[in-house]
């Protein structure tokens, strides 16, 4: 049995869930269509979801269709979860790009189209909702083409009065954009030749597969119209799946924790077969993780078995994988894996309402952070503060919900602020002796520093030989120089950077290590006065498109908001300004965008990285450590 898993993705409210509860029904998996309204849909499981009506987690159900096996991959909308989109994606084989007939082409549509793209995803469009009053297909044609792609091949004959209908029909002037792709079906068809059907369909399924073209379907998941033809298109996709023989392969694209705690990991195989008892090898470690339990979706049920096969999703209960681990030989993955290198541009504090819920909050957060690699949380060593990064203020506000909701903590959260990071300007050198005061510490130091491009990171060397200064006393310094890199002269990480260790000295019997622990991070401080710190913030990729009316406007605001703008184009009735934008302007710019042109524009964006920050410099209060503080001041006093 052929095996393809498809992702199902749309903007917010343009019907993918209902689409989802659709396809299974028509199927025969279940009796009764689930409702979003209602919070009766098989794939929006989380009270969150039901409650706001939008997908927050991809969630995997199946189904079968003549004699292949669909699996369906409901994946989020919303721009705060993009993270969980793209992981989804690497895992398909195709896709269905869901656009409400209503709407149109919305903002998050045009990022998803993008992503299907950039991973060579084949995908079939599916306009939604046409039994809605007042559709114009011929309006959300025009606007497919202006911006998404002019090579859609319009699958359906769709008649919306008196009554409504959706025929598989295609006349010979509907195949013009598969003949006009082709230079041997266009002689013929310029010659006047008959064409063959046949060949119109391969050269079809042919661009199809290569990303070049997009089907397009109509329907009304809710009332259940035109999910048949649209299975059918689903169920000629082609799977990306290895031999049942050949050697194992799969990955981990989602991890979710059910009641009481217990872990769910969730991995598509790509090659060979995987069995109960089985001990397999992470790629890229020496990690070996034994198969105790193997689940599968099957029938819109997911059902324990004893061996999967190749092209599965794969639900493994309590194993450590984690997201984006690969098992077996990575080297037979057919598509690269999707791993963000985007990093939280936010953060924020956060405690419990009852200090008695502190250890928790802490657990809750370690199993959400574990499920979304863009949220993280951190707790200061001293102050023993809770410090929450994340991507978006939705992001944030779910978070809170989902403590309220499945871990019944009440939290507390700080004002959001953006996370900057300081770079040292120049090289400098600097040491601090034994027995000089102000030293209180039996040790002797001396480091370098050294910028490094931006995007670098911290780089590290020890220039003294384990010989002149035992292991434990370089491990020590090594400790605090970690240390000393979260705190700037700011009050910020430090990035960007080579430190050296050049100098070492001890004096038995009565050093330890925890004097070269403690004076590592002073002298790093110490080097970074002498070479000054600048402020880096997060920068945004933008495009953004708005109507040719508005085109000042739009040139103007986004400058305004400290943007470069590095080039302006005009398609149709667009302009298209493309730039860089400091991430802390992006929520005011887009709010602005939307109110100059009525709605119509839209600003999409990706994380560019780190950047010499153009604000006010921004200071971050620094964590107390009374003993090392003491020594500061001592240190920063004998400066001046």
């Not at 790093?524 to 920068?539: D, F, N």
């Amino acid at each position: 049995m052929k095996t393809v898993n498809i992702g199902i993705l749309a903007h917010v409210d343009a019907g993918k869930t209902t689409l989802t509860e659709s396809l299974l029904y028509t199927s025969g998996t279940i009796a009764e269509l689930g409702s979003v309204d209602k919070g009766t849909t098989r794939t929006d499981s989380m009270l969150l979801e039901k409650q706001r009506g939008i997908t927050i987690q991809a969630s995997v159900t199946s189904f079968q269709w003549g004699d292949t096996k669909i699996n369906l991959v409901d994946t989020p909308g919303h721009m705060d979860f993009l993270a969980e989109v793209y992981r989804s994606l690497s895992v398909l084989d195709g896709a269905v790009l869901v656009i409400s007939a209503k709407d149109g082409v919305q903002a998050q549509t045009r990022i998803l189209f993008h992503a299907l793209q950039s991973m060579k995803i084949p995908t079939l469009l599916f306009i939604n909702k046409i039994d809605q009053s007042g559709v114009d297909l011929q309006k959300v044609y025009r606007d497919i083409k202006d911006k998404l792609s002019t090579e859609i091949l319009i699958k359906q004959r769709v008649e919306l009065f008196p009554d409504l209908s959706v025929t598989d029909q295609m006349d010979l002037e509907q195949w013009d954009i598969v003949i006009a792709g082709d230079d041997e079906l266009l002689e013929k068809y310029t010659l006047g030749e008959q064409l063959d059907i046949a060949a119109l369909k391969r050269i079809e399924k042919q661009r199809f597969q290569e990303c070049t073209l997009f089907p397009l379907y109509h329907g009304s998941a809710k009332k259940n119209i035109g999910t048949p033809s649209l299975i059918d298109a689903i169920s000629n996709v082609d799977s990306t799946t290895g031999n049942h023989d050949a050697e194992l392969c799969g990955n981990v694209f989602k991890v979710e924790y059910l009641e009481k705690g217990r872990r769910m990991v969730y991995l598509r195989l790509y090659g060979g077969a995987l069995h109960t008892k089985d001990t397999v090898m992470v790629a890229d470690g020496d990690e070996k993780i034994k198969i105790n339990e193997i689940r599968v979706p099957s029938k819109g049920e997911v059902c324990c078995v004893d061996v999967a096969s190749s092209g599965e999703i794969v639900i493994l209960p309590g194993t450590p994988l984690k997201l984006n681990d690969v098992i077996g030989n990575a080297e037979l993955m057919p598509r690269k894996i999707w791993s963000d290198f985007s990093r939280p541009m936010m953060r924020a504090t956060i405690h419990p309402v009852k200090e008695a819920e502190r250890e928790l909050l802490l657990e809750a957060l370690t199993e959400i952070a574990d499920v979304d690699p863009l949220l993280r949380y951190d707790v200061d060593s001293i102050t023993h503060e809770i410090t929450l990064s994340f991507l978006g203020k939705v992001q944030m506000e779910i978070v809170c919900a989902l403590l309220a909701e499945k871990y019944n903590i009440a939290a507390a959260l700080g004002d959001p602020t953006v996370i900057f990071m300081e770079r040292p300007l120049a090289k400098s050198v600097y040491t601090i002796h034994i027995a000089v005061p102000p030293n209180p510490f039996w040790a002797s130091i001396g480091l370098s520093i050294e910028p490094l491009p931006l995007g670098s990171g911290i780089r590290y060397e020890s220039r003294v030989s384990v010989g002149y200064l035992n292991q434990s006393f370089q491990n020590a310094v090594a400790d605090g120089i970690r240390y000393g890199c979260e705190q700037g002269l700011y009050g910020w990480e430090i990035t960007d950077c080579k430190i050296c260790f050049e100098y070492g000295l001890y004096f038995s019997p009565v050093s330890t290590p925890a004097d070269f622990r403690s004076l590592a991070p002073i002298v790093l401080e110490q080097a970074l006065r002498k070479s000054g710190t600048e402020l880096l913030e997060p920068y945004l990729s933008f495009t953004v498109y708005a109507p040719q009316e508005y085109m000042s406007r739009a040139y103007n605001d986004v400058k305004k908001y400290e943007a470069t703008v590095g080039s302006t184009d005009i398609k149709g009735s667009e302009v298209i300004l493309s730039g860089e934008i400091p991430a802390r302007y992006i929520q005011e710019c887009r709010e602005e965008l939307a109110l100059c042109t009525n709605g119509l524009g839209v600003c999409l964006t990706e994380l560019k990285g780190y950047q010499v920050s153009t604000s006010s410099p921004v200071y971050q209060a620094r964590r107390p450590n009374p003993k090392l503080d003491k020594t500061r001041y001592l240190f920063n006093k004998l400066d001046t």
